[in-house]
């Protein structure tokens, strides 16, 4: 049973990497009255004795080689049960795909963030990632539903982004349908110290599309920097981020004051792009940061015979990636936007 050493050293994340696909489920108790759940490899619930109003998952290894993130909760779940920090709410850590992250590599067999929504369960293929999607969403809708309804809920789904990025830190909000946007889930992220946020436009298959769309949770995509191994992160450029996801998990509330549209570069997104044909390029070289704008006219990407130009002067490129399987998305492009009457 792992559960002493789970308790004495507080190490969930090497706990979950030497159990790649499935781990029993574990219960006990801190002294401080927080009840911590051990759920499945990877997925750890804390409700504290007293909890505030806030459902709150942080997930991180969606993707196994985006480490930043991982480190970051790794270091949040050892201070739990170390009893360094006190929860004031139910938070839910996942981390989403252990083999990947033993191998260092996105994914196993698919992209586990193209599942979602359930993707996992469409066609005939079967593999640990569709099994995994199935599950975690399983595990959240439990989180969220297991206590009384109308409670408030967020899920912050960490990331890394393969290439780097003029903005460095940026988010993904959902498609939200039609309803507004939060000014408040800004600040939010400013305080993490993300400053950029990209609007979509459509649904989705990604984790944070499904605990919005599913449950109303203010969800994001949250890339922190740029993809790097174990060990090269500089932990001090994610030292806000850590802290307001401290304060988040730990105070009834965090003090943002007063809202400025100033401080963000918002963009919504312009188009998708996908990969349709074996054949498929970009023009620009692996260096060619997200956010790089391109003149109208410009060549963005070339899939088979169909070349797409940039439609509108600046026109930016995010998540340009040629490799990814036929179907899925290999460029969003994005243009600028403003705070206006759509936010509340
Ligand atoms: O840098 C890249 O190309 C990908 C980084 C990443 O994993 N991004 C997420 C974004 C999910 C979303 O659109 O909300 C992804 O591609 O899954
Ligand atoms: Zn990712």
Redesign the pocket.
């Known amino acids: 049973m792992y559960l002493e050493e789970l308790k004495r050293t507080g190490d969930f994340l090497t706990l979950t990497r030497n159990n790649e696909f499935h781990l029993p489920a574990q219960q006990f108790t801190l002294s401080n009255g927080t009840q911590v759940d051990v759920i499945d490899t990877g997925v750890i619930q804390f409700t504290p004795a007293q909890y505030g109003l806030k459902d709150i998952v942080l997930s991180s290894a969606i ?1 196994g080689n985006e480490t930043a993130p991982i480190e970051i909760c790794d270091e949040l779940i050892q201070s739990i049960i170390k009893e360094q920090l006190t929860l004031k709410h139910r938070v839910l850590f996942i981390f989403g795909n252990p083999k990947s992250i033993n191998i260092r590599e996105r994914f196993v067999e698919e992209n586990l ?1 193209r599942l979602f929504n359930g993707t996992h369960a469409q066609g005939d293929i079967e593999n640990e990632e569709r099994k995994r999607a199935a599950n975690l969403e399983r595990y959240v809708t439990a989180f969220f539903t297991s206590v009384e309804a109308g409670r408030y809920r967020c899920h912050y789904d960490l ?1 890394t ?3 780097g990025s003029k903005n460095e830190k940026f988010a ?1 909000y ?1 498609f939200l349908h039609g309803e507004p946007w939060k000014k408040s889930q800004l600040q939010f992220l400013l305080a993490c110290g993300v400053n950029t946020v990209l609007m979509m436009r459509s649904a ?1 298959t ?1 984790f ?1 599309y499904f605990s919005s769309r599913q449950f109303g949770a203010d969800a994001f ?1 949250v ?1 922190l920097g740029q993809v790097k191994p174990f060990g090269q992160n500089d932990m001090s450029r994610f030292a806000k981020t850590k802290e307001t996801l401290t304060a988040l998990i730990s105070q009834d509330d965090i003090n943002f004051g007063e809202f400025n549209s100033g401080d963000y570069e918002l963009f919504q997104v312009h188009r998708t792009i996908n990969r349709t044909q074996e054949d498929f390029t970009f023009p620009f070289a692996d260096s060619a940061e997200n956010f790089t704008g391109f003149a109208k006219g410009e060549l963005l990407a070339t899939d088979g015979e169909t070349r797409y130009l940039a439609e509108v002067e600046g026109e930016a490129i995010i ?1 340009p ?1 040629a490799n990814v399987a036929l179907g899925q998305r290999a460029l969003l492009t994005v243009i600028p936007m403003e705070v206006d009457e759509r936010f509340v």
Do not use: G, L, M, Q
Request: net charge neutral; glycine share 0%.
């Open positions: 993707h963030n990331h982004a393969i290439r993904v959902p989705a990604t944070s995509t890339e998540f990636n």
